[in-house]
């Protein structure tokens, strides 16, 4: 993601009324809740059984993409990358399509060879719904304190990698347990290739566009979830406002369920405006919701430890697998008990 679009909304209490339920819960308790995922006729149902997620399992995924290698698209990493996706994925469902597809590099005449991979889960059923993350690597640490790094790719850990690892750990679990609902999960590369200063937002987010472009008619998930940079160890998510804008229930239901679960790094309050993978998807008429550290994004964190985003020190020694177990019990909650009893007011 970029952050040149990245703005900070603070105390816009107005905005955080009309558009975040579960922030208005927090900040307004003297009036009656609106009605929620958690209504009473909902809640009603039983919670169904949901798989335990090993996290780390998961950290361990981000060390074996680090070891590869920053994967920058043309790279022998990248290419590793891909086929460690596809045998990861293969492992756990039939249904593993690879779209490949070009874009233009930015030197003369360079060529960039890239690759979404899509895995579904329970192919037959039509309330669906996409989880989506990139795993490509930035070619360019330009935010790097030192400028002689400028032109060093990053190694990813958290932005590419993190994600990356939570959603194969999903895959696991989904092939050990089939899935309430539909759920395909997009692997998507080039997310990380643009320079805001050339060509604006015009190089970013490519596979997700090349996605949008070629899906089949008929592909529709209800909505999707979007990770990006989910592992730190001091990670905050808040609701991002591209989200809130296009998926207010949604948001309200993935951050009432983190609420519910006691998760300790989802804060419902007002969370930052970010340019991500996302963004093509609501344009598509897909609402989405991204899960994001966003105050990674452009160093706004206060901590020393979290100023690496889009650094050579994007490294596996700032995330934790609690982070990581955090995340990925909160997705699988939503998949197998709160997405299946809230299905009739979502
Ligand atoms: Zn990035």
């Not at 290698?69 to 460690?84: D, I, L």
């Not at 949008?212 to 406002?241: H, T, Y």
């Not at 300790?264 to 093509?280: A, R």
């Not at 982070?323 to 009739?344: A, F, H, Q, S």
Request: glycine letters at 6%.
């Amino acid at each position: 993601m970029t952050h040149l679009r990245r703005f900070l909304y603070i105390a816009v209490l107005g905005l955080l009324v009309t558009n975040c339920n579960s922030c208005k819960r927090e900040q307004d308790t003297s009036t009656p809740p609106p009605a929620q995922p958690s209504s009473p006729s909902a809640s009603a149902i039983p919670p169904a059984p949901v798989p335990s997620f090993d996290a780390d399992r998961a950290f361990k995924d981000i060390e074996t993409q680090v070891d590869f290698g920053p994967r920058v698209p043309n790279t022998p990493a990248h290419s590793k990358e891909v086929e460690f996706l596809q045998k990861e994925l293969l492992a756990c469902t039939p249904s593993v399509v690879l779209q490949p597809f070009t874009a233009q590099g930015y030197k003369a005449g360079e060529t960039l060879n890239l690759t979404n991979i899509i895995a579904s889960f329970n192919p037959s059923a039509t309330w669906r719904i996409l989880i989506l993350t990139h795993y490509d690597s930035r070619p360019w640490a330009d935010e790097d304190p030192n400028p002689a790094n400028h032109d060093k790719p990053v190694p990813a850990a958290n932005d590419g990698g993190s994600g990356t690892a939570v959603m194969l750990e999903l895959a696991r679990e989904m092939k050990e347990h089939a899935p309430p609902i539909g759920v395909d999960l997009l692997f998507d590369d080039g997310e990380d290739y643009g320079k805001y200063t050339v060509d604006e937002l015009n190089r970013y987010f490519l596979g997700v566009k090349n996605f949008v472009a070629s899906k089949p008619a008929n592909f529709n998930p209800r909505f999707a979830i979007l990770l990006d940079m989910v592992g730190d160890k001091n990670a905050q998510f808040e609701p991002e406002q591209n989200s809130v804008q296009s998926a207010p229930n949604y948001v309200s239901e993935v951050w009432n369920t983190a609420t519910a679960l006691g998760l300790s790094h989802f804060k419902s309050v007002q969370g930052q405006s970010i340019s991500d993978d996302h963004m093509p998807l609501i344009q598509a008429g897909i609402p989405s919701v991204d899960i994001i550290d966003g105050e990674l994004v452009g160093h706004v964190a206060p901590q020393p430890d979290r100023k690496y985003w889009h650094t050579i020190d994007d490294l596996p020694k700032h995330l934790s697998p609690e982070t990581l177990g955090e995340v990925g019990k909160l997705l699988l909650t939503l998949i197998y008990d709160r997405i299946p009893r809230d299905i009739p007011s979502l």
